[in-house]
């Protein structure tokens, strides 16, 4: 009872807030379930297509999950991805699926629960399913760090030695990888065995813990880290810089003045013109940097020509093509450029030249070779190049190359 004696409304004051928020994570868990649901029904639409067609079964499939890849606006790697996940949800994991329906599991607990189980076989995949998700209350409230401890508790579980021998192989997929960052950084990391990973970072931390408050050297021990690791790889110090082939994209008149601009950094990405023209300024001072310049459109930002100083590169217009492109032509996906394309298949009489070309990761590449996929070079208002792909199931989707001057 309240003071004035009616009743008291204990419910919170944004309560409908709340229950509009869960309202609407239960329709993303739905919407989410029926793409998956879709993607698998494309799968097979495909499959059955090219069956009748008589085409070969490495055939089949592909191109699919570049195709989901432009409906769903993601990479051609992650569509893969996605198509996998949703085929094993139809054939081993009902219950997951179900509970993704209902909104209990949220769409990112997904890829956690399918990649923890995809080293069992089909039926201990099916009974690991139903021990982790036929009870909603099972997964209540577990973060994914929790799930994903929970998912290989069920499956050392069902099969120790598969797990242990997963554990055992993932090591042959340790590598090194870079992905560009805002503010002119960028974050190269070492997939490592755990204990060697482990022993990277307590060196370089027990290295930083002998320097923190030394003399006059006022680095944090991040920054300390960061500069041993530098050292220690490239065998140079951090403050000498390293001996570099300088691939940027930048007009000559920001790069040669001090006009405002920015400039793309083969491998590194956008950065602001200053920065740039100071990386170049201290690699050419060491007499270490080629810089290949291009000649662009001003109106447009569009790449129409190129000269380069550098002492060895690839064929030039490969080149010329890589450095207008930037990276994969294809919409969503930020691969790295591997093959340069024929936009009109040389095959079909498309000609070997700088409009008829662009830049694709090897995986787009392939998938645009599959049946139903054409791609033609169409104007825009831009002045820039720009391919228009129509995809087997009819649609059209756009690319244009970056503005340059932008």
């Known amino acids: 009872m309240d003071e004035d004696g009616g009743v008291e409304d204990d419910r919170p004051p944004d309560g409908g807030m709340a229950e509009r928020l869960r309202s609407m994570e239960r329709q993303r868990c739905r919407t989410v379930f029926e793409q998956y649901r879709l993607a698998a029904e494309l799968l097979r639409e495909?499959?059955?297509?090219?069956?009748?067609?008589?085409?070969?079964?490495?055939?089949?499939?592909?191109?699919?999950?570049?195709?989901?890849?432009?409906?769903?606006?993601?990479?051609?790697?992650?569509?893969?991805?996605?198509?996998?996940?949703?085929?094993?949800?139809?054939?081993?994991?009902?219950?997951?699926?179900?509970?993704?329906?209902?909104?209990?599991?949220?769409?990112?607990a997904i890829p956690v629960i399918v990649g923890g189980l995809a080293h069992l076989d089909?039926?201990?995949?099916?009974?690991?399913?139903?021990?982790?998700?036929?009870?909603?209350?099972?997964?209540?409230?577990?973060?994914?760090?929790?799930?994903?401890?929970r998912v290989e508790q069920v499956a050392y579980r069902l099969d120790a030695q598969a797990t242990v021998d997963r554990n055992a192989t993932a090591e042959k997929d340790r590598t090194v990888t870079i992905r560009p960052l805002p503010e002119g950084m960028a974050r190269v990391s070492l997939l490592l065995p755990v204990a060697q990973g482990v022993g990277v970072y307590a060196a370089l931390r027990k290295h930083a813990a002998t320097l923190i408050g030394i003399g006059a050297d006022l680095r944090t021990r991040g920054q300390i880290m960061a500069d041993t690791a530098f050292a220690r790889i490239t065998g140079r110090e951090a403050a000498a810089g390293q001996p570099v082939t300088v691939n940027l994209t930048m007009p000559a008149t920001v790069l040669l003045g001090d006009r405002s601009g920015t400039a793309h950094l083969d491998g590194g990405g956008t950065m602001p013109a200053e920065i740039a023209r100071n990386l170049i300024g201290r690699a050419t001072a060491a007499g270490v940097a080629w810089v290949k310049r291009l000649y662009i459109a001003p109106e447009s930002g569009a790449v129409v020509g190129m000269d380069s100083r550098a002492r060895c590169f690839p064929d030039e217009l490969a080149e010329m093509i890589r450095a207008r492109d930037r990276f994969c032509r294809t919409p969503y996906c930020d691969a790295p450029i591997a093959h340069t394309d024929h936009v009109v298949p040389h095959a079909s009489g498309g000609p070997t030249e700088f409009?008829?070309?662009?830049?694709?990761?090897?995986?787009?590449?392939?998938?645009?070779?599959?049946?139903?996929?054409?791609?033609?070079?169409?104007?825009?208002?831009?002045?820039?190049?720009t391919v228009d792909t129509r995809t087997p199931s009819g649609h059209h989707h756009r690319s244009t190359a970056p503005d340059q001057a932008a």
């Open 46 to 108: 495909r499959v059955c297509e090219r069956v009748a067609a008589g085409l070969a079964q490495d055939r089949w499939q592909q191109g699919v999950a570049a195709e989901v890849g432009l409906a769903l606006h993601m990479s051609p790697n992650a569509a893969a991805k996605f198509v996998n996940r949703a085929v094993e949800l139809e054939k081993t994991m009902p219950c997951a699926r179900a509970r993704l329906r209902e909104g209990d599991l949220s769409p990112e």
């Open 122 to 149: 089909a039926s201990d995949r099916h009974v690991a399913d139903a021990q982790l998700c036929a009870d909603p209350a099972t997964l209540a409230g577990m973060g994914l760090k929790q799930l994903s401890a």
């Open 355 to 385: 409009q008829n070309g662009q830049g694709l990761c090897a995986a787009c590449n392939y998938a645009k070779e599959a049946t139903g996929w054409t791609s033609r070079v169409v104007p825009d208002a831009s002045g820039r190049h």
